[in-house]
């Protein structure tokens, strides 16, 4: 099967809470520079946040990210956790994600559009035209 999209399904904790909380990851070749990361509120209900798919790798080895979005190995508790820090006008989120699944997720999505090569993905013309007609 062929497909132009990446999904993966995990199961993060949120802000300390020992009761994980169901998240999902999302990558499609038409966006090659962003990543969707969604967490499950309430059943039905999700809250998802797209950012670049670079800063989510750097954040594997090293702080990444100064905005809204920020992503750091947690090196001083536990090298195998990865921790994703969102911040919005509504409030701020830590989430603790396994190491091993973001780099499993990554390694997909660069199966699909290796890093570097994005822009052979990127329909800039079609951005125009949305951008313009509406």
Not at 97 to 103: G, H, L, P, T
């Given at each position: 099967m062929i497909t132009d999209a990446v999904h993966q399904h995990q199961f993060v904790a949120l802000n300390g809470c020992a009761a994980p909380v169901l998240s999902r990851c999302a990558y499609v070749a038409h966006e090659p520079y962003a990543v969707a990361i969604a967490f499950q509120a309430e059943k039905g209900r999700w809250i998802e946040w797209t950012f670049a798919r670079d800063l989510l790798v750097d954040g594997l080895t090293k702080p990444a990210g100064i905005g809204d979005v920020r992503v750091r190995p947690d090196l001083s508790v536990d090298e195998d956790?990865?921790?994703?820090?969102?911040?919005?006008?509504?409030?701020?989120?830590?989430?603790?994600?396994?190491?091993?699944?973001?780099?499993?997720?990554?390694?997909?999505?660069?199966?699909?559009?290796?890093?570097?090569?994005?822009?052979?993905?990127?329909d800039v013309d079609s951005l125009i035209d949305e951008i313009t007609n509406v």
């Open positions: 956790v990865l921790v994703l820090e969102l911040e919005s006008p509504d409030g701020y989120a830590v989430v603790e994600m396994q190491r091993e699944d973001v780099e499993r997720f990554l390694a997909a999505s660069t199966d699909l559009v290796a890093l570097g090569a994005e822009h052979e993905y990127f």
